[in-house]
């Protein structure tokens, strides 16, 4: 117990002789981090479910993804200078601005993944392997790929191009759909081919993985001197920029082809565009259209019935002392044998 007169150190107490109790800095950029981060993601997860459920429309999307954006960036600069003050003064806040710093991250990884596509991939959401005569899309104009584009293609995806298969149109449109059906896109038009060697066109939706945004995918084969030709077409509804989605969509369908056919047909490769076309063997010409035995008449009699004895009687060495008649003709300028 303290004894009369003593003083006591309370917290708050001003009287003289007391000492003073200063609370802990608490740093508000760090409670701001945390409170923006902690909206980022269930802003931008709820949009995203939302559209892909058919709730909202494009429009209101994209203001609602942009303001997850906005919560994680706020996040991520709060958090910055929350540490950096607590770094130099102290206090308390660490743990909070840490974690708004890990959420607004998360929430900025797709705006990060754009960025990056824009940087890397060329402004285009329209490819084709026949930029010359793209395949038609139902509902859009055929113009739509000018030649600006065409020479924008050309230098960024070389690769992209039209391919030749040895097969029948009907069985590379039975492969084709086999694709398609294993990717589980969504068929919306159809031309199939009646005989074997007829055109066929396939037209299908395409959702992206993440925002599930709908891109068109046409597939069109037509009848070629090596058996098929294929040209694919994959193009963006939305936006002027498809950050390389269809060029890597293309790709894709290409490779999963190629493993449809290696499983029906063993390896079969397609053919390249400096591969010459078979040439048919033509027959030759008759020398005459008159037959060989009009011209020559029938085969000559043999002189003998066969198994009958040559005329002449043998020589002592096994010779012969008279030739058959039918060897005369050939040994007429010959000497005669010796007897």
Known sequence: MLEHGSSATRPGSNRPGMHKYIPPRRSRSARVSYRAGLFAVPVLVIATLSFRGGLISAREFFPAMGLGFVLGAVAVIAALGALVSLWEQGGIGWSKAVRGMLYGGIAL???????????????????????????????????????????????????????????????????????????????????????????????????????????????????????????LRSASRIGEHDLGANAARIRLFQQDLDAV???????????????????????????????QEEREGPPPAPSRKPGEEPEGPLSLDGGLERLPSDLEEIYEDEPAPQQ
């Open 109 to 231: 990884i797709p705006a990060a993944m754009a960025v990056a596509g824009v940087v890397a991939y060329p402004k285009l959401n329209d490819i084709s392997t026949d930029i010359n005569e793209p395949p038609p899309i139902a509902g859009r104009n055929q113009d739509d790929h000018p030649a600006p584009n065409r020479a924008l293609q050309r230098q960024a995806y070389p690769d992209l191009l039209s391919r030749r298969f040895r097969v029948t149109p009907a069985e590379l449109h039975a492969a084709a759909r086999q694709v398609i059906e294993r990717q589980r896109w969504t068929i919306v038009g159809e031309l199939t081919p009646a005989l074997p060697d007829d055109p066929s066109l396939i037209q299908a939706d395409v959702r992206s993985l993440v925002f599930g945004f709908t891109d068109d995918f046409v597939i069109r084969i037509r009848p070629d001197p090596f058996g098929a030709r294929l040209d």
């Open 261 to 291: 056919l290696l499983e029906a047909y063993g390896a079969l490769e397609p053919v390249g565009e400096d591969d010459e076309a078979p040439v048919e063997e033509e027959e030759l010409p008759l020398l005459s259209d008159v037959p």
